[in-house]
């Protein structure tokens, strides 16, 4: 390991407030990773297409949906269903890389 090292962790990068924590990886992820930005993009792009999909999504009245804004609103819930699961793998896979920071602080690496 270089001993240039720096690492931060955590409790160092977010204070302890762990939605910024996850906001911050979810960013993060957005700017490195062009598939999940391209289902970012599909999701919105099906929005534009069915904005009433939209609205059963944001509030909990009845809705009329025809049978495409029913199967719209299927992929965005695939898709989004996507982008949670690579969210997901971000958040673990930081929580790896904070891992070994701890490790290091504790000069047990």
Request: a negative charge; aromatic letters at 14%.
């Amino acid at each position: 390991m270089p001993e240039n090292f720096n690492f931060e962790t955590f409790v160092d990068a977010q204070s302890g407030a762990f939605e910024e924590y996850l906001s911050f990886v979810v960013v993060k992820l957005r700017e490195s990773n062009p598939k999940y930005r391209t289902i970012e993009y599909e999701i919105d792009g099906l929005y534009k297409q069915y904005p009433k999909v939209l609205v059963v999504l944001d509030v909990e009245k009845p809705s009329d949906l025809t049978e495409q804004e029913c199967k719209a609103l299927i992929e965005i819930l695939d898709l989004r269903n996507k982008l949670y699961g690579m969210e997901s793998e971000a958040v673990y896979f930081r929580r790896c890389y904070d891992s070994v920071g701890y490790l290091k602080k504790m000069k047990l690496l």
